[in-house]
DNA sequence: AAGACAATGTGTACAACGTCTACATTAGCG
DNA sequence: CGCTAATGTAGACGTTGTACACATTGTCTT
């Protein structure tokens, strides 16, 4: 029992040689499938490993335990959300008026994070309900193809409201969790909350009304 | 083997009959246990049976799963929520002004909502992450002391504030999820988000500024 | 009062999970 | 060429949810 080594000419889970070669960015990748799947909690160390054609334990060699492995796939997450949200930034790039383009801009910043909510729940989920505290917030590895986290584009567009003269400078302050706050809940709202029986035309309208609320709030 | 039965004069379980006598009831308040220790995520089967000293397979007398346990602990929570809405709605139910005492006990809702949030993570996301749709979101079992759940609260203040006229009537649509997702939003960005390490008294400050941009932006 | 039935609890079993320890293989460096 | 560290495997243990068969008991009917 228990083939000793491997047979030389065999293959284990559709590879032929005895190390993996990118075991850890596979992981991830899998991870990132599952999560798409059904969320944070199906993130399991040995599903992902089964997806990698490795053995369970072989994860060990790249995350401390599943709560590493579950960061590493949020972080992916991240980076997805900050893709949905510059693409929705690069929709209404061409505003002449710079009071426009920076408030098309900041308007972009909440639909894009929710249309990539609605688009992909389970990454979403994963994304933003794994805990994360600010200075991860800000990592590279969380980053869009910009290199920027969604919450950098946020600030980003903040910034550039109050530098067109479109946000007082006095209310600039934790402005960006404010306008987190609503985006954020009403997403969770329409994914896994009492609205999550919308129709997208519906859920659209509220989109507009929540971004309109902190536009005008802030 | 198979102890056939039980010996007469022995007791299983602290318990000295076969039958539990409340088991459905015992298992919500252990799940509500064990909910407020670890999230909704530590909220399992054989972790509720073991501390109500029953068999595992007992639960399912009462229960369909797990997650038709979950449910039920998540009404509970949402019914403390509602208790923690009513006692900030009561602190300041005093106001003479009509206007200024409608609100009073609209902001209440969402202090309160938060309070909440913060004093009990684990029963606050019990309460509102696991899915619940809107026709359970007015069910009795989720109520308060008062017989509201905190969704019908908020609308309950929306509907005060229409009356009383601080809130124009082609305003008042849909403005339970714009204040509600500005209000959670802000909860789950302080008990599992980037704002988890802020001190109570910063805290309590972006409370303050959340509520006031949904009050000024609805 | 006696027996049938439904409600309730127990025991056993299985698959999946996370994770520990020991071992096997191999790349890279001296 | 051989040593060492990196990487992957094997086996095991305790946890979870849940299916199936069985035991016990309250209640209702006759």
Redesign the interface.
Known sequence: MTTIGIPPGANIGGRDTYRHGDLSRALVEAGVELARAGGP?AVALRAATRRAGVSPNAAYRHFADRRALLEAVCSASQGRVAEAIEAEQALVADATDPVAAARLRFRAVGTGYLHFALAEPGLFQTA??A????E??TSGSRAGTSGRTP?QLLTDALDRLVTVGALPAERRA?AE??A??????????LI??????LGPEQAE??IR??V???????
């Open positions: 909690a933003f309900t805990s994360t505290d600010l991860s917030a919450f934790e969790f404010l987190w706050s609503a985006v954020h809940g009403l997403a969770m709202l896994t909350g009492p609205l999550r029986a309208g509220l009304r929540v309109d609320m902190v536009e005008q709030g802030l």
